[in-house]
């Protein structure tokens, strides 16, 4: 079975700050990893996904994350924050197997972005 | 057009009701989902489309019931609903029902059951 951990409920930001977005995932198989924004009274739009190959998945928005297989995580990144990034950020993961493509979210992280 | 669209966006309804809420997409894809979402929670699957045909249910209780008219339309069926399914409801796309293809979420539907 997998899991996902978001290892901050909330993250406060001061506006153009870096930021990072911590999460990890367990699983006994290879696995493909997104991370979804979600802003007020909003579906989830996709901001960046890894699937294979290059560890370093840049997205949009000027996000990136990392996939680290040693250390199960995929930790979402921006160099310099806006207001307008201020949103709920849940990271998900599935893998090859499983059937009808279905997404283990984290519980999500609160991005607060202050002028 | 990556748009996926759900009317209405928001629906009030007694415990006696019977609602449906209705989701569409014209990316051509062949797979769609319902997700149900709390506040300050992530999306919980409900139901998965493959092909037209019901190919997961999360154990969801009998008073939602999913409709897939054509490829393009996603339903929900609602009766007898508990108010404790009040709730944003998600509907989302993918081009297959594969792992490695990306969900489109349409905007939700906010339910409020009185």
């Known amino acids: 079975a997998q899991s996902v951990t978001q290892l901050d409920s909330q993250v406060p930001v001061f506006e153009e700050a870096p930021v990072e977005l911590r999460c990890n995932y367990s699983?006994?198989?290879?696995?493909?990893l997104f991370w979804y924004v979600q802003y007020p009274n909003q579906g989830l739009q996709l901001l960046l996904k890894?699937?294979?190959?290059?560890?370093l998945v840049k997205g949009i928005n000027g996000f990136e994350a990392e996939f680290n297989k040693s250390q199960t995580s995929f930790h979402l990144r921006k160099p310099s924050v806006h207001i307008s990034d201020t949103a709920e950020y849940f990271c998900?993961?599935?893998?090859?197997?499983?059937?009808?493509?279905?997404?283990?979210f984290g519980q999500g992280t609160e991005l607060s972005v202050k002028p | 057009d990556t748009e996926v669209t759900q009317t209405p966006k928001h629906l009030v309804m007694g415990m006696t009701n019977k609602k449906s809420l209705k989701c569409e997409q014209h990316?051509?894809?062949?797979?769609m989902y319902w997700y149900k979402q709390k506040a300050k929670k992530p999306p919980e699957l409900m139901f998965v489309?493959?092909?037209?045909?019901?190919?997961i249910n999360e154990s969801v209780p009998s008073r939602f019931s999913p409709e897939c008219p054509n490829s393009s339309l996603l339903n929900l069926h609602l009766h007898a609903l508990q108010p404790e399914d009040s709730a944003l409801y998600l509907c989302?796309?993918?081009?297959?029902?594969?792992?490695?293809?990306?969900?489109?979420f349409g905007p939700g539907t906010r339910l409020t059951v009185t």
């Open positions: 998900a993961v599935t893998h090859l197997f499983n059937q009808g493509g279905k997404l283990i």
């Open positions: 890894y699937l294979s190959g290059s560890t």
């Open positions: 489309y493959s092909y037209e045909k019901l190919s």
């Open positions: 990316m051509g894809h062949r797979a």
């Open positions: 699983s006994s198989v290879s696995v493909y």
């Open positions: 989302a796309s993918s081009q297959g029902h594969g792992s490695s293809y990306e969900q489109y």
